[in-house]
């Protein structure tokens, strides 16, 4: 975590305070001002803008704070946060080759695996997706999250070739184990890889199990139940075939929920 991100929103709440703040850290040729450790405060406007889904500010900072003298874990964070960026303006691109760039300066980091592998999902590209996710696994073995996303493509890729209802089992029992069968979406997870295997009796009765839980939101239940009408009528549930190198990469299913592609650090 880094400390350089935090109470910098107060910053760019107005457009007049960022064109301000741009003043401050910018020339009149619109390069970076070459001031001592100027890059801290770059990278945290670029952050707190990042927050607050101004994203073409995010980018102009978080770039300008990219030419400072970083070290490698900083410049890969930052890199980071710029690929989020450009996710969010659904330049997938730039966002693919900033996530390139940040495991090229940490690749032992596999929460960025998981990202860049939830961006290939939503694209359509779906092997690139499982390979990601099982190169985070390797690196986190027990990272929910990670196995959380593997488990989930193997049950449930449009892809056959993609699909492995074993591995989606091994890996979704292990994420029930991790989490003490206490929460929902692991077991919902589970549920998938039985019926992709044609267990449909189990896979009811995790799915029944999962809807039993407290903490599902009416969203989430919802779906749910839809899978259970699927698992019912003898049917593994499906996600949607995506349209491979689609421009806009959305949020993917994550411990349940849909969330952001990345978290920030504040």
Not at 32 to 51: F, H
Not at 147 to 172: F, K, M, Q, Y
Not at 215 to 235: F, M, T, W
Request: net charge positive; with cysteine.
């Amino acid at each position: 975590m880094l400390a350089i991100f935090v109470g910098s929103a107060t910053l760019i709440s107005q457009p007049v305070e960022v064109r301000a703040t741009e003043g401050h850290f910018f020339d009149d040729r619109g390069k970076p001002s070459k001031q001592p450790d100027r890059w801290k405060s770059l990278a945290a406007i670029g952050s707190a803008a990042l927050g607050n889904k101004r994203y073409d500010v995010a980018i102009r900072f978080l770039s300008a704070a990219l030419e400072g003298d970083l070290k490698s874990k900083v410049a890969a964070h930052l890199y980071g946060l710029r690929g989020d960026a450009y996710v969010e303006k659904g330049e997938i691109e730039k966002a693919l080759a900033d996530y390139a760039r940040a495991l090229n300066f940490v690749p032992k980091n596999s929460s960025d695996y998981v990202t860049r592998g939830g961006i290939y999902e939503k694209m359509g590209n779906y092997n690139a997706a499982a390979s990601d996710y099982a190169k985070g696994i390797a690196l986190s073995p027990d990272d929910g999250e990670t196995l959380n996303a593997l488990a989930w493509l193997r049950a449930t890729c449009p892809e056959a070739s993609v699909r492995d209802g074993h591995e989606a089992i091994r890996l979704g029992t292990k994420l029930c184990e991790l989490t003490r069968w206490k929460e929902w979406w692991p077991i919902d997870t589970l549920a998938a890889a039985y019926a992709e295997v044609r267990n449909f009796d189990e896979a009811a009765k995790l799915e029944g199990r999962a809807l039993q839980m407290r903490n599902i939101s009416p969203g989430d239940r919802k779906e749910a139940q839809e899978r259970l009408v699927y698992y019912q009528q003898h049917k593994p549930y499906r996600e949607p075939l995506k349209v491979r190198g689609q421009r806009k990469a959305q949020t993917k299913r994550t411990s349940g929920h849909s969330v952001s592609i990345r978290n920030l650090v504040g």
